[in-house]
């Protein structure tokens, strides 16, 4: 019995210490928001949804601003603006840091909800999303968040790494599709589709999420200067946002007056490639990134 | 709880070892933890129903006992019947009321009548057909005057609720489990870790073959008007290979964690899907139930006894029946329907006892023949699989007509790396339980006589496989029967 117990347990721990060595390996190709959970505090954050998760590289930001940035963001499933989101950036953030730089990117979507009762709190999605679950953002490896988020699936981590998506260090979630100008309109195509028929008849305008932007900005404000930009979408992109919110702008007044600017970059839609007509190909988004940090800096 | 749940990972070790520290040289005392332990992994699954599982149990053994003391055949028989009228009573009410009403509704809206049936709105209570049929064989032994009655409630209790096999099964026998249960056990190290690699292999084949292969057989039996006729097929055919991860997985982890409390319950599983005709299928997939209705159905029928006509007739009405055990729904009794009918020909032909043995036994390959024989049996089966999955009896018509009208590109599935690794790690597995099929269950011999490290790493590359496809803690398929 002694025997079969004390081999037992050592099988088990043997297991046990090999599952936790693969859990450690996880890295940028595991999937798409890991690392964002295992960086330390943060002092300067670019924070939106997949739009500046994608499109905006803090390396960029770093070279004409001389400071680190981390993106924060994730997509509008899971980072739109809202209580979890919030209390996700005051986890990331550096509490004693004040004179930080904050970069919130903003679009109709984020500050919108689908359902009967846009407002109603418990049917927001992100709440049963990594956002919400994980606690610890800033552990490494922070088996919490794999644990919880890559249940069935650990498997991926020993996976070749010839994915499409590579999460770098600084939390700029690197996209690589193939960008001929067939594939290209045929994403988009199918990306306007699925907002025509699935996003844009269910989306209305959420009183609570506009209340949460100001809300961000405000707690954003205790430690730095916060920086509001629109990025650029395909221009059939922004007709459907269009006829979403027209008065975009007017509604997220109150933050901006908030906030240490206002850029609103869908004036320049037609200089830059998209992958899908809702996110930036990678070397546009490299210019975006230079043309917001060119302007912090002028500010 | 389920087997693949951190609580059940928890909770075995426990009671492994207060059974053999605490309760060490006590039988009573061991199986007096065994019933607090069955009935508390009941509970977890829903309190609310121990009372029903009490009251089956209280039933049967007293009823037992009153058959045993009965001082007529008329007394007997009144306390047997009442015995079965309650059991298939609760099993009526509780699993196919809701079916017989709807039937019932329908049948009427056939001829231009309306009817609004009442249905009941209660949850089929976890492992009632399972532990009906444990109640049922006792009582009918004791009738038969095969066994005698159980009189230490305990001990009984035990036999119809220990927990390995309260759920899911294997359908346990009086004659065979309650000796084992009133005799003192020792333990035992080879059974113990024979127990474990059990575990270990109903582990695997529950989390990284059934599960994963039902994350497609789903996505396509689901979607079924979206996809081409090829990869319908494919969906049958993960299908196939789910179902009997799961309850082959689930029959191994309850055979491996009865061993570790010196308890052996009946195989239920033998390799099916290496069958060389229908009937050697049934003599292999799920044999505590097939058994069962062998025993207590088609020989009272008059099994083959009576002639040709008879035999047809008895074969027909326990796959009908074995397909409505499965449960209320259409599918299921077709399902059965269709099996009677793919043994029909061997039995008519009197071939259906002619693979009793282990095919290509003692030899690596099997021949052309053997061969032909496995890939088509695995086709009927594969083909009869359509209607136990299918929604309801048109989606499967639908669902088969599509296979062979609705060309297209060829199996189309998303995310095709996970896709790519199922295939692979399903061929290994087909491969393992080939080289196994000689033995209980597939790994029971692989790497004893290999080197200790040799041997360990084998355990450990099957239990890391299982951990880096485990968390999604998805039920058992044939928890709902």
């Known amino acids: 019995m002694k025997n079969f117990i004390v081999r037992t347990t050592l099988f088990i721990s043997i297991i046990i210490a090999i599952f936790i060595f693969i859990l450690s390996l996880a890295n940028g190709y595991t999937d798409p928001f890991y690392l964002r959970f295992t960086t330390p505090k943060q002092d300067n954050l670019i924070l939106g949804t997949s739009r500046s998760a994608q499109g905006l590289q803090p390396m960029v930001f770093k070279r004409f601003l001389n400071r680190n940035f981390y993106n924060f963001s994730f997509t509008n499933a899971h980072s739109p603006f809202g209580s979890v989101y919030l209390n996700s950036i005051k986890h990331k953030l550096n509490p004693n840091i004040k004179d930080g730089i904050f970069i919130v990117t903003v679009d109709p979507w984020s500050i919108s909800n689908n359902g009967v009762n846009p407002n109603d709190t418990t049917n927001f999605t992100e709440n049963n999303l990594v956002l919400a679950n994980t606690n610890f953002v800033n552990m490494n490896p922070n088996f919490e968040y794999l644990l919880k988020n890559l249940s069935g699936e650990y498997y991926k981590i020993l996976m070749p790494k010839k994915v499409a998506m590579f999460l770098h260090d600084d939390g700029w979630l690197e996209v690589n599709v193939s960008m001929d100008s067939a594939a290209v309109s045929k994403r988009i195509k199918a990306k306007m589709e699925d907002y025509r028929k699935n996003t844009l008849p269910s989306s209305k305008l959420s009183s609570v999420r506009l209340s949460y932007l100001k809300q961000t900005v405000e707690f954003l404000k205790l430690h730095g200067k916060v920086y509001i930009a629109r990025l650029p979408v395909s221009p059939q992109m922004y007709e459907i946002e269009q006829e979403l919110m027209f008065d975009f702008n007017d509604k997220i007044n109150q933050s901006v007056q908030l906030s240490d600017g206002y850029l609103d970059m869908t004036n320049e839609n037609n200089l830059y490639q998209f992958i899908d007509g809702n996110h930036l190909w990678k070397e546009s988004g490299k210019l975006v990134s230079q043309k917001i940090a060119e302007w912090i800096k002028s500010k | ?481």
């Open chain 2, 1 to 481: 709880m389920l087997f693949n749940s951190i609580g059940f990972a928890i909770f075995l070790p426990i009671v492994f070892l207060l059974y053999w520290f605490t309760a060490k040289k006590n039988l009573k005392f061991q199986n007096t933890l065994l019933l607090i332990a069955s009935y508390f992994f009941y509970a977890c699954w829903d309190w609310r129903f121990l009372f029903l599982l009490t009251f089956s149990t209280l039933l049967d053994y007293y009823t037992g006992l009153k058959m045993q003391d009965a001082e007529n055949q008329k007394a007997k028989r009144f306390w047997f019947w009442l015995s079965v009228i309650v059991n298939l009573s609760f099993l009526g009410v509780f699993k196919y009321y809701n079916f017989f009403a709807e039937s019932f509704a329908e049948s009427f809206s056939l001829l231009g009548i309306k009817i609004s049936p009442w249905t009941l709105s209660v949850i089929l209570p976890v492992g009632i057909s399972f532990y009906t049929f444990h109640g049922l064989s006792y009582v009918i032994d004791i009738y038969k005057d095969r066994i005698k009655a159980e009189r230490n409630f305990v001990d009984y209790a035990v036999f119809v609720s220990f927990f390995p096999l309260l759920v899911a099964g294997p359908i346990e026998r009086a004659t065979h489990l309650l000796p084992q249960i009133k005799k003192e056990r020792k333990f035992e190290y080879t059974k113990a870790v024979d127990g474990l690699r059990q575990i270990l292999w109903g582990l695997f084949k529950k989390i990284v073959i059934a599960d994963q292969c039902a994350i497609y057989a789903n996505q396509i039996f689901n979607n079924s008007s979206d996809y081409s006729g090829s990869t319908l097929f494919l969906g049958a055919i993960f299908f196939t290979f789910q179902i009997y991860g799961d309850f082959s997985g689930y029959s191994d982890i309850a055979l491996g964690t009865a061993r570790l409390f010196g308890i052996e319950l009946l195989r239920n599983f033998a390799f099916p899907y290496f069958s060389r005709d229908i009937a050697e299928f049934w003599r292999r997939w799920h044999i505590s139930l097939s058994s069962w209705f062998k025993d207590y159905l088609y020989i009272p029928l008059g099994g083959s006894k009576g002639g040709t006509w008879m035999k047809v007739r008895n074969t027909f009405i326990i796959f009908i029946v074995s397909g409505f055990w499965h449960g209320a729904n259409w599918t299921f009794i077709i399902w059965g329907m269709l099996n009677a009918l793919f043994i029909m020909p061997s039995i008519l032909m009197k071939t259906n006892r002619n693979n009793l043995d282990i095919v290509a036994q003692g030899k690596f390959f099997p021949t052309i023949k053997e061969l032909t024989q496995i890939v088509l049996t695995f086709g009927l089966t594969v083909f009869a699989w359509i209607f136990f999955r299918a929604e309801n009896l048109s989606h499967a018509i639908q669902y088969i007509l599509s296979i062979f009208k609705n060309y297209g590109s060829f199996f189309v599935l998303d995310n095709y790396l996970k896709y790519k690794i199922i295939i692979i790690i399903t061929s290994i597995f087909i491969l393992v339980e080939w080289m196994g099929r000689e033995q209980q269950y597939a790994i029971e011999n692989l790497g004893l006589k290999w080197n200790r490290f040799f041997r360990w790493s084998l355990y450990i590359l099957i239990a890391i496989l299982v951990l880096l496809f485990s968390g999604k803690g998805s039920t058992f398929i044939y928890f709902q029967f």
